[in-house]
């Protein structure tokens, strides 16, 4: 399996516009996180699902942030409209009842 | 509410040296711990992770120790060379899914040729 797989890796876009980072989990993961790291706050769980369905998504910072799962082979991220303090390193995540979790590479935001 | 902390933020050392790596965390009732290593610009790789019924876990140099009623764990790396050199990362897992990490700051490590 290649892994967690993140697109894109690196993003830069203006204040304002639309976001969107997408995941595609390990083949047979059922469950599915997304983290936020940065300097200041270092990694911080944003939501995650199980079986396809959000669990967990009070680590969301603002309703700006959505995030979906409609299949098990792949999760968005969406930030809109993006501001610049939204930059940061973007993880994904994934993992079983059996293993621990896999990251994916990470999106790298930068909002200008 | 559940916080992790990790002591040293950095920390030099020369080749060749055994190290230890402090990790403390303010709620025993965690599912596991996981150490990790960051490289710059890169994702995370797990490198040992310690379920709550054990108290260590071993791979090659590297030895993760975890003591849950005092909420310490520590990571000891024998013989360290330069390739040791990233971010080690802490983290607890709260259950529920395993992957619901809440994770310390980070040691940032540098070993020196």
């Known amino acids: 399996d290649a892994g967690v797989i993140q697109s894109p890796r690196h993003e830069v876009t203006e204040m304002g516009q639309e976001v969107t980072l997408r995941c595609k989990p390990i083949?047979?993961?059922?469950?599915l996180f997304w983290y936020r790291q940065t300097m200041m706050r270092g990694l911080e769980l944003l939501i995650y699902?199980?079986?396809?369905?959000?669990?967990?998504d009070s680590g969301m910072p603002e309703d700006r942030f959505s995030a979906k799962m409609p299949n098990a082979s792949f999760s968005t991220l969406k930030i809109q409209p993006s501001e610049p303090r939204d930059s940061a390193v973007y993880f994904c995540?994934?993992?079983?009842?059996?293993?621990?979790?896999?990251f994916g590479q990470g999106t790298r935001l930068t909002v200008v | 509410k559940q916080e992790v902390t990790q002591i040293p933020a950095a920390l030099s050392v020369p080749e060749g040296e055994n190290l230890v790596l402090n990790c403390s965390f303010t709620d025993s009732a965690i599912y596991n711990l996981q150490w990790f290593r960051q490289d710059p610009g890169k994702g995370l790789t797990s490198l040992l992770l310690i379920q709550s019924s054990q108290r260590e876990q071993t791979s090659g140099r590297l030895n993760a120790s975890l003591d849950k009623s005092s909420g310490r764990s520590t990571l000891y790396i024998a013989a360290s060379q330069p390739g040791d050199s990233a971010t080690y990362l802490c983290a607890v897992d709260l259950g529920g899914s395993q992957g619901n990490l809440i994770f310390g700051k980070g040691t940032k490590l540098s070993v020196k040729p």
């Open positions: 699902f199980n079986n396809n369905v959000p669990i967990d």
């Open positions: 995540a994934s993992s079983s009842r059996y293993t621990e979790a896999f």
């Open positions: 083949s047979g993961h059922n469950s």
